[in-house]
């Protein structure tokens, strides 16, 4: 999301705020509706600061607001990483993308939260 500064420069100047760098990192995703008890499981193919692309065979409507838990892998050697805990809502779906290529949905990050797990022994 632009801060105050490159919005006002852009309208200043007729251009669009500059896009969030996207990162190209495949981890491990689960989500669901708010209203579900069920969890889905996904692959991220993109994230940045603002949203996160991910592969799935379930597709969700645009503007549908979704729980997601994004895997950070562990760091540290005691086994321990974290998990990004977000609110986000689907703002645009790719059905269609080749024939190797599940369906897509891009969220994007309304908020959240880290959270540090321990693996068990």
Request: a positive charge; one cysteine or more.
């Amino acid at each position: 999301m632009a801060n105050e500064h490159e919005t006002r420069k852009a309208q200043e100047t007729h251009e669009t705020p500059s896009r969030a760098e996207r990162f190209m990192i495949q981890l491990p995703v689960r989500y669901r509706t708010p209203e579900s008890p069920e969890w889905l499981e996904a692959r991220t193919e993109n994230v940045s600061h603002t949203g996160v692309l991910f592969q799935t065979k379930s597709i969700l409507k645009p503007s549908t607001m979704v729980d997601v838990r994004l895997e950070v892998p562990p760091t540290k050697a005691d086994g321990s990483h974290a998990e990004v805990i977000c609110k986000c809502e689907v703002v645009r779906v790719e059905k269609t993308r080749g024939k190797k290529k599940s369906p897509a949905l891009a969220f994007a990050i309304r908020n959240y939260r880290f959270t540090r797990k321990q693996e068990p022994n």
